[in-house]
Nanobody, 124 residues
Framework: VQLQASGGGLVQAGGSLRLSCASS????????MGWFRQGPGKERDFVAA????????YYADSVKGRFTISSDKAKNTVYLQMNSLKPEDTAVYYC??????????????????WGQGTLVTVSS
């Protein structure tokens, strides 16, 4: 399984971006697809996840109400719509696939496959 993340860029605070994560497989691999981010000198943090079956969504408190994760199974693609962006959202964003259980959905080490990352820069 190969994951290809795209859609990053430079945006002003308050703006929006939509990230995409395309899977090379016939269908999504794993039970959950997630987005993580890693800022300069920081650890990789959970952003959002979606259950492949059922479409249930999960968010970090820092993005709840501003970001929306969704999926298009026909296109094998997961999206992260990011609105009301803040400078602190600046990071490299990674998509990933997990076969783990719900209680581990926020843990990066439970994800098996990772995309290459796409840089999001939010200017103040």
């Amino acid at each position: 399984v190969q994951l290809q993340a795209s859609g990053g860029g430079l945006v002003q605070a308050g703006g929006s971006l939509r990230l995409s994560c395309a899977s090379s497989g016939r269908t999504f691999s794993g039970r959950y697809m997630g987005w993580f981010r890693q800022g300069p000198g920081k650890e990789r943090d959970f952003v959002a996840a979606i259950a492949v079956s059922g479409g249930y969504t999960y968010y970090a408190d820092s993005v709840k109400g501003r970001f929306t994760i969704s999926s298009d199974k026909a296109k094998n693609t997961v999206y992260l719509q990011m609105n009301s962006l803040k400078p602190e959202d600046t990071a490299v964003y990674y998509c990933a696939s997990s076969n783990g259980i719900l209680s581990t959905v926020r843990l990066p080490n439970m994800y098996n496959y990772w995309g290459q990352g796409t840089l999001v820069t939010v200017s103040s």
